[in-house]
């Protein structure tokens, strides 16, 4: 594997490979000495146009376990304002000897882009309102935690899923492991041809948690909405978009006592989840958390460690 | 960068030492199953009388993937022969190999402490076959990162020679005369469904 | 110096002469004779072209295009005029800058360069620039746009209509809600774009705004044009409005003719114009439509870009493709080679509707004797790749690149002067 560009180019094997090698990883985060040294001497540049202190942090630590060094760039508001394309940019950062480029952009595409202009490995830490892989595979790593197998396991994905990288790439990835993903959102929040993808789809979050719209929800993953989406008419009051479709204590009795309550975090409450369900037993946000370190490892190590492609 | 790309392939974290290819060649058997078991004992022995020195305060550490069945063999014969049972662990080497950068992305294997772990106890580390030393240094520095041991020994089950490594074993259950271009397997029932030895190649 | 075009098929009829003596088709038989002979046995004669969509970019981006090397693209791709959209910089919403403009254009002399005013000034969609000044300039400004924006305002679109009725303009219209599509809506609203994550332009968009504006053009009696159609149902309404005696016109791209958005799936800028690629359905019904004259006209939206301009992510990049060069090939691979036009369609399609709807004097006239020798040569039968470094244009964002066009423009005579002959331009014809 070259690049993690979208979570749709990881076979079911790369995958399950990636989930084991992140629970090898995991073991690291409780010893005393956080180092393990497969990534000696290599560069990793978290290379962010977009803000994400939770992200960035999290593959940084992850590099820095694995001991490689770690630069963070921030190129926010770069290229277009400065007149500097995107394209310069990029071949300055990975002509500094840069083994790996971790990217995230708020632009849709911009880091396959990016990986057609460079020599080096290229990490998709979030593309716009594209794909998350790592997001996905740490949410994953969650809920196999959880729930051991995921094959035929039920998650619901709340939320604004048009504006929605970590929905895209849990979709994809959840099915490719054998899961089967119900969308919840209002149609305004749905995007254009999701019936042509690999999920079901519902506008009722009480029918969905309930089990009536698509039989019963071994987890649910609630997404964060943001609030400027009110402006852009997607729905009409927090209040009315919380009663619709937050996860109030309510709804979270409609869940079996197991199911576990992922967020991709920075949690809204009162809006998309209640504080109840956010601060129960169920929830899964801090695993979440470690989990997301745990993994970012496994794809560093698994990117990285071992032969670079040969030319034959 | 012309040309056309190969990925990299995946290697097993067991093949390194023994040095096994793909290719399957002639194999003759250098230990039978019934050898297997009585070098096994021997080795059970030759610890037992070391380690009661110091009341069997020890532990063994299994290599992944063959030395870890070869561990809780041999404590299962301590325990039947001293009546003492030694706490096993495994001890994944593959993050500390010195040839990561040759070969394909290997998968990991498991690191579990041993009860009570190892600060200040005598750890055995317990491998399959000696070779070039290196996975024995690597699991050196593995084992640095783990805690810090009153002794490291080494116990293998087959020591085949050409060393590449100021390093030798405490524990030899058989040396094999070998040349370099041969292949040394040891088949364990718990991985590979029957117990032997097997050089292949000339 | 008389000049003599030797056997070539008119229209893709039979082979004719054609003598030509200070920039006029004198004489038209066999066995003419003249000072200069160009050979053209096996190729079509056809009207020169007239584009009623070019970015020339100058006034201010004269990185990414100027009038002399946008000149030369278009004479090279066989036309003989085009309407240099007013969105430069400053914007042509005054008499001073479209006489500029067409004054360049003349000293160049490789087209005519017929200046397109804006219809409101600065671009603003607010209030209406000097329409009336631009009319009565020496640039005699015919078609006014604000492309690149829609003018969306109901009001001032209706006022821009009636504005023009004095002197024949047209308003071109950019359709597209701003509401329904933003600035950074980018892909067809579909599934691919739903997939891709990128922002949706639906359809409606478009069509929407197109069905407004027949109806503001029958109720003002004004001549409405809208550019770039790209969707089906744009094509059914504008069908509608020519059924119902509305006197609308209407333009294709020729990379509307023969892309779809699935070329998105890479995301490559290169593929990112505006309006977008839309799906094989659509591009069914604007080949239809091109075909049975609900569509007039082709027009290239060539929109030349500096490298640094699409070296982002799809979302950030500029919108655009150059075409001016590539337009009659694509023209023949998507119309003739399907039997949908012939080439007396085609001289129809590319000059004689797109020159009476820009009012544009001496372009577009049948072939024959007392006609200004406008003319375009092509051999309809030799390919080409598209090679865009090869490009006369400065923009080299083709999304035709390493693509095989089944026909090429030969020769091009404005007024008689030959600007481009055996596919290169004329050495008297290299532009200042």
Sequence with gaps: MKHLLSAGDLSRDEALAILDTAERMHAVQTREVKKLPPLRGRTIVNLFFEDSTRTRSSFEIAGKWLSADVINVSAEGSSVSKGESLRDTVLTVAAMGVDALVVRHNASGAVARIAGWVDCHVINAGDGTHEHPTQALLDAYTLRSRLGDLTDRHVAIVGDITHSRVARSNVLL????????????????????????????????DDVLSGKASGDVDAVMMLRVQRERMSGGYFPTEREYAISYGLSPERLDLLGADAPVLHPGPMNRGLEISSVAADSARSMVLEQVQAGVSVRMAVLYRLLSGADEVTV | MPGRVRMPSEATAADADSGISGTSRPASVVLSDADVARVTDRIAHQIIENVAKNDFDAVLLGIPTRGVPLAHRLADRIAVFAGVSLPVGSLDITLYRDDLRLRGVRPLGATAEPEGGIDGRTVILVDDVLFSGRSARAALDALIELGRPRAVQLAVLVDRGHRELPIRADYVGKNLPTSPS???????????????????GS | MTTVIRGAALLGAKPTDVLIDDGVIVSMGRGLTGDRDIDAAGLVLLPGFVDLHTHLREPGREDAETIATGSAAAALGGFTAVHAMANTTPVADSAEIVEQVARRGAQVGLVDVRPVGAVSKGLDGETLAEIGNMARSAAAVRVFSDDGRCVHDSRLMRRALEYVKPFGGVIAQHAQDPRLADHAACAHEGELSGRLGLAGWPAVAEESIIARDVM??????SRLHVCHVSTAGSVEVIRWAKARGIAVTAEVTPHHLLLTCDVLSGYDPVYKVNPPLRPAADVEALRAGLADGTIDAVATDHAPHAAHDKDHAFGDAAFGMVGLETALGVVAETMVGTGLLDWAGVADRMSTRPAAIGRVAGQGAALEVGAPANLTLVDPAAAWTVVPAGLASKGRNTPFAGRSLPATVVATLLRGHVTVLDGALAEAAVPV
């Design chain 2, 182 to 200: 041969q292949t040394v397997r040891v088949l364990l029932a718990e991985v590979d469904g029957r117990d032997a030895v097997l050089v292949e």
């Design chain 3, 216 to 221: 503001l053009a029958e109720h003002t009696g």
């Design chain 1, 174 to 205: 959840l099915a490719t492991l054998g899961a089967r993903v119900t969308l919840v959102a209002p149609p305004t929040l749905m995007p254009s041809g999701v019936h042509s993808w690999p999920c079901d789809v519902s506008w009722d979050l």
